[in-house]
């Protein structure tokens, strides 16, 4: 069965500044995606970026992109030049068969002005 | 753009009730779903469905069922309402780029 994981609880970020969040996740399978998710205080839960296994190139979208290591099974999103709009619940997730998400616990981001 | 509604942003029921809650989706979307999001433990998978009348049990389903007569509909349902059912209750559909898209969530308080 596949599994996501994220090991930060809680980051933290100034403004302006970089941040990484981790997550790495098991499968057996070779062609799969990733996706980053982001729930703001609100609750209403967007989509961020996405992955597709096998694409080697790594995904970016404005100033958020992804490490994707495939063989390390790694999938970190970076956030460059944090905004405070950036402050959210940030999960990870892995598209399983039928659609079904399996998600990671999450990472609190907080950004500092 | 894709809209999921979700009836109710908060709910209080009684132990032993029946609780509805119901997601609506504009996009004819085939695939919809219930997860329940819990602190510390993400967003865990109750039922899908993959088209009208169909369903399937996610990673938690004691203690719910589900009802899908319409495209557009996907109704959680809780037979007997108890306390550790209490938490937040998201639905979402799946479009052709397999982005979910999340209605606003259900905080659904049993006392």
């Known amino acids: 069965a596949q599994t996501v994981t994220q090991s930060q609880p809680e980051m933290s970020v100034q403004e302006a500044e970089t941040v990484t969040l981790s997550c790495t996740y098991d499968t057996s399978e070779s062609d799969y995606y990733l996706f980053w998710y982001k729930q703001p205080p609100s609750r209403q839960m967007i989509l961020v970026i996405r992955q597709e296994a096998y694409k080697q190139q790594n995904a970016t979208e404005n100033r958020f992109s992804v490490n994707f290591q495939k063989a390390a099974k790694s999938f970190s999103l970076k956030i460059s030049d944090s905004q405070l709009g950036d402050a959210a619940m940030y999960f990870c997730?892995?598209?399983?068969?039928?659609?079904?998400?399996?998600f990671g616990t999450g990472t609190r981001l907080q950004v500092f002005p | 753009d894709v809209k999921v509604t979700q009836s109710s942003r908060y709910l209080v029921k009684r132990t032993g009730e029946k609780v509805f809650l119901e997601c609506v989706q504009d996009m004819d979307h085939e695939n919809m779903f219930w997860y329940r999001q819990d602190p510390g433990l993400g967003l865990r998978l109750i039922y899908f469905s993959y088209d009208v009348k169909m369903k399937e049990k996610g990673d938690i389903p004691e203690g719910y069922s589900v009802s899908r007569e319409k495209k557009e509909r996907f109704s959680l349902i809780l037979e007997s309402a108890s306390t550790n059912q209490t938490s937040m209750y998201l639905c979402a559909s799946v479009g052709m780029s397999y982005e979910q898209y999340f209605g606003p969530g259900t905080r659904l308080t049993v006392t």
């Open positions: 997730a892995y598209r399983s068969w039928y659609d079904k998400l399996i």
